[in-house]
């Protein structure tokens, strides 16, 4: 059982800035990636960024430059920095960990945090 605790998600107005953590706990031996999706009403769920143990990074091509993700492989949290908010960031955000204990791998995905940005 992984338990995910996500934080940060709020309200900010066009260009302000938000910081998105993810604590992972539980049956962990390694942490292989560790990412944030979002979900906008009336879209399909998609992939932000994530970042593997090694720390390769990837990035949808709409937050390209404006955000940056990292992770504490000490704490087992990844932070997602989200500097130039526009309104098509509105989404709920969620966190997601592939894992591996001592007998298998899994995928884990927190509850949600919403983000809107708006005037």
């Known amino acids: 059982q992984v338990r995910l605790v996500e934080s940060g998600g709020g309200l900010v107005q066009p260009g302000g800035s938000l910081r998105l953590s993810c604590a992972a706990s539980?049956?962990?031996?390694?942490?292989?990636?560790m990412g944030w999706y979002r979900q906008a009403p009336g879209k399909e769920r998609e992939l932000v960024a994530d970042?593997?143990?090694?720390?390769?990074?990837r990035y949808a091509d709409s937050v390209k430059d404006r955000f940056t993700i990292s992770r504490d492989n000490v704490k087992n949290t990844v932070h997602l920095q989200m500097n130039s908010l526009k309104p098509e960031d509105t989404a709920v955000y969620y966190c997601y960990v592939d894992s591996t204990n001592a007998f298998r791998r899994f995928d884990s995905w927190g509850q949600g945090t919403q983000v809107t940005v708006s005037p």
């Open positions: 539980g049956s962990i031996f390694k942490i292989n990636i």
């Open positions: 970042i593997s143990s090694g720390s390769n990074t």
